[in-house]
């Protein structure tokens, strides 16, 4: 008899539980930036991961030209003994961290073994005040 009740109680509990409706919570949260601040946000971002231990960037040069655009020049040295062909563009923002547009286009930098070169870009506005360089592996 004990044997029977609990598989009674074992059969309706997963009648039930069969029975219950999914309860709708809305959309699932995004999730945080894995990278914490404030290396979520850097100037310079080499796209390619095996790419980044391998370039060797200097500070960067900003002034303001004659006509109040920002030009910005970012020296980079090839850290290895290979030749590379890379892409690069820089995104320029305004005062409250938006995109101007347009956004400049990819432009292609040779760089032999152990070379300075220099990735160089001006604003179209004078609204520019920071900036962002991209780089990655041209196609």
Known sequence: MKQYAMGLVLVTMVASVGCQQPTY?????GLGDPYPAPQNDPQITV?????????????A???RTETETMA???PMRNATDEYYQL?????FLDANGLELTPVMGWR???VQPRQMVRFDAKS???DAVDYRLEVKWAK
Do not use: C, K
């Not at 919570?25 to 949260?29: A, H, L, W």
């Not at 796209?47 to 500070?59: H, M, V, Y």
């Not at 892409?87 to 995104?91: E, H, L, P, S």
């Open 124 to 126: 179209l506005t004078a």
């Open 61 to 63: 040069r900003v002034l």
């Open 25 to 29: 919570t809305g959309p699932s949260p």
């Open 87 to 91: 892409d690069y563009r820089f995104i």
């Open 108 to 110: 292609h930098m040779p």
């Open 47 to 59: 796209l390619n991961r095996e790419l980044q231990p391998w370039l060797a960037f200097q500070p």
């Open 72 to 74: 910005v020049n970012v």
